[in-house]
């Protein structure tokens, strides 16, 4: 099933680790969503304002799904209290659940970061374990970055994606990665809700949605592959496999 994958699925799932588990299955399903609507945004015309209109739904599910996927593998346990509670017998779907995955507070901290991080003061809830934290950052972004360009300039494969990414240094690549996926989810979220009062044909035109798209695909396959560079993310392929994935998923989408 997992041969089935787009190459970003595979960057952003990673490999199956004890067979048929709850968090493998968890895996399989967000993967099959990221690529069900990485191929159907591919497939989308652009001048088209028909096909317009369905890409920010399109695109804002699989930064949902590809972000939960990541939390999966960092952090299980919280994955699995919503898995559990969702195949509760008393579970609602008329309801709000309070264990849902949350963008602001799971994937995006929803608390102002502490001037120092590390201060002894620091009560235990002061320690955001968002994935895109500034705590995560530390322990686990910036240093798995680092490895990743140590490993990238041992090897001779090179991209426009590649070229441009060892151009950043750890901090860069942190806080880029943080603003550019909190405008990019904003930016999709106002074409799901609607709620220009304004044409939004003339803000969602064909050349700004296309830029919004590459930007996230490119923005996405960068953490996914970053994530296979530290062994605190379960389910890391080997990084020779990891590149090759990152760039086969550009020369998929700079092809279209």
Partial sequence: MFTEWTALANLV????????????DILIRLGDTITKFTNQILLFNYSEEKDRINIPF??????EAACTALVARIDPFRILITYKVQSSSEYDITKRSNAAIQWAGDIIASNKPKTNLWNPENKLVDYDRALFSNYNGELFWKPAFLKTIDYIETQQNTSDWLNEFITMDENEFFERTKTDISK?????????????????????????MQSLVNRMFQIFAEIAMVSHFNNLMSGSMEHILC??????????????
Avoid: W
Avoid at 197 to 206: Q, T
């Fill in 13 to 24: 799932c990673g490999q199956p680790q004890n067979g048929m588990s709850e968090i493998d």
């Fill in 243 to 256: 590149i090759n994935n990152f760039m086969q998923f550009e020369e998929m989408i700079n092809g279209v």
């Fill in 58 to 63: 399109y695109a804002r599910s699989i930064m």
């Fill in 184 to 208: 990019l989810y904003s930016s999709f979220s106002k074409g799901v809700h609607y709620e220009f009062l304004v044409n939004v044909d003339s803000i969602f035109d064909a050349a700004t």
